[in-house]
């Protein structure tokens, strides 16, 4: 059953919480109301605090492609197809307020890419998306659904995700300032970055494909450059490409890299396995740098290192057949 309130909205921030003006006549208490961007935002698009569009024509639209499986403060790359050319389109989610309005990329494409920025703090287990376009004549087209499976990864004062939209073995590797480097054969530095996702390893499918670096709050956050990399470790199917998005969070907030934030990036048919493993940074290019200065750095109370975690059974096996290579 549907509860019944009057809004007050304070839109503000990511996490913007709604009130209802109204309380309980015997407890007092403040219901809250959910809101679409508790669970993710659009990057480039608009928040609209109004109820998701009504269809008003026979326009309709296909997703082509999207990673339904999320993790909190991680990406997913969504691709689209509108039956007529789009100016608008609108992302939301079922039984939640408000609805992102992005503008077209090209209008005269029928083919339509948007990334989803999932919030840090969402922990619901799944979430459905509704998805609507508005055409060029300012028809609404149906709306369609797809359910996204939320993988809990840590976050951390520092993390660094990586996605990417079909299965393959992609992986994420961090080399921090002092040269400690956090990839799927040594999952934490002595800093105590974490690697705590490593998704389809060897080709062993999982179909999540999110990789998670983060740091933990006994971890140490270092000043200095830190050296982001995504290697293309086993092309599962070279049929096919694979478009990724990599992002930086520091304190929930994205910060400057030396490329963009998020970065998306795409590896076409054909591309080459590298197995790559701890010598990463003399066979491909990082995709981007980021600092961290003294102001920036998370002070640590204790100069202990962490003891470095036992390797998992996916990191032991990609060793193994990296050595083969």
């Not at 789009?86 to 083919?111: H, M, P, R, W």
Request: proline letters at 5%; glycine letters at 6%.
């Amino acid at each position: 059953m549907k509860l019944k309130f009057l809004r007050c909205l304070s839109l503000a921030f990511v996490t913007v919480l709604v009130f209802s003006c109204s309380k309980d006549d015997d407890n007092d208490e403040i219901i809250v109301e959910p809101t679409v961007n508790q669970l993710f935002n659009i990057q480039n698009a608009t928040l609209q605090n109004a109820d998701f569009p009504t269809r008003n024509s026979d326009v309709n639209l296909e997703i082509l492609n999207i990673n339904t499986h999320v993790i909190p403060g991680g990406t997913s790359y969504a691709t689209i197809e509108t039956s007529t050319p789009a100016q608008k389109i609108f992302v939301g989610a079922v039984d939640k307020i408000g609805f992102y309005e992005l503008e077209s990329q090209n209008n005269s494409d029928l083919n339509q890419n948007f990334i989803l920025k999932i919030n840090q703090l969402n922990h619901e287990s799944s979430f459905t998306l509704q998805l609507a376009y508005l055409d060029a004549n300012n028809n609404v087209s149906e709306t369609i659904y797809v359910d996204l499976f939320v993988t809990i990864v840590g976050t951390g004062a520092l993390q660094v995700s990586l996605s990417f939209d079909n299965d393959k073995d992609i992986d994420l590797h961090l080399i921090e300032p002092n040269g400690d480097h956090i990839y799927y054969s040594n999952p934490q530095s002595n800093n105590g970055g974490y690697l705590d996702l490593d998704s389809n390893p060897g080709c062993s499918i999982d179909g999540i494909n999110n990789e998670n670096i983060f740091y933990p709050d006994n971890a140490i956050i270092e000043a200095g450059t830190y050296f982001v990399y995504v290697d293309m470790y086993s092309n599962c199917n070279p049929d096919i490409a694979t478009n990724f998005v990599t992002s930086v969070y520091l304190n929930g907030v994205e910060i400057p890299t030396s490329t963009q934030n998020p970065f998306t990036g795409n590896f076409p048919n054909g591309f080459p396995s590298n197995y790559g493993g701890s010598d990463i940074a003399s066979d491909i290019a990082p995709i981007f740098s980021f600092e961290i200065t003294e102001g920036m750095a998370r002070a640590s109370q204790s100069e202990r290192k962490l003891q470095p975690k036992i390797l998992t059974p996916s990191a032991r096996m990609k060793m193994i057949e990296s050595n083969s290579h």
